[in-house]
């Protein structure tokens, strides 16, 4: 059973960075796509960002294009979230999820994804 796990969220001034990461377990998690998502209350889940199994395309949402950057580190089966310039529009629990298809693609819908952490929460103050 994969398990993934999100790490490196807090609360921070706007303009600041922050990292989080996503530790996946439980198979062969380096063979799929991999996105971060974020939700706020009362919203659905927005998709972030996300990156094909080889880390060779990522797909951008275009409220955190220039800013956000996705990686992934396949031997220690991690994924990362670098986020720079944040600004309080980015406060949400930012949530990782796995899709589990050979099909190489980034979807941008939630149910797409079959695996999800448990979110780590961000918050951006002005």
């Known amino acids: 059973q994969v398990q993934l796990v999100e790490s490196g969220g807090g609360l921070v001034q706007a303009g600041d960075s922050l990292r989080l990461s996503c530790a996946a377990s439980g198979g062969p998690v380096s063979t799929y796509t991999m996105a971060w998502f974020r939700q706020t209350p009362g919203k659905e889940r927005e998709f972030v960002a996300g990156?094909?199994?080889?880390?060779?395309?990522?797909s951008y949402a275009d409220a955190v294009k220039g800013r956000f950057t996705i990686a992934r580190e396949n031997t220690n089966s991690m994924v990362y979230l670098q986020m720079n310039s944040l600004n309080p529009e980015d406060t949400a629990v930012y949530y990782c999820?796995?899709?589990?298809?050979?099909?190489?693609?980034?979807?941008?819908?939630?149910?797409?994804?079959?695996?999800w952490g448990q979110g780590t929460q961000v918050t951006v103050s002005s």
């Open positions: 990156i094909i199994w080889n880390g060779e395309r990522a």
């Open positions: 999820a796995l899709r589990r298809s050979l099909i190489v693609a980034i979807p941008t819908v939630a149910l797409e994804y079959e695996y």
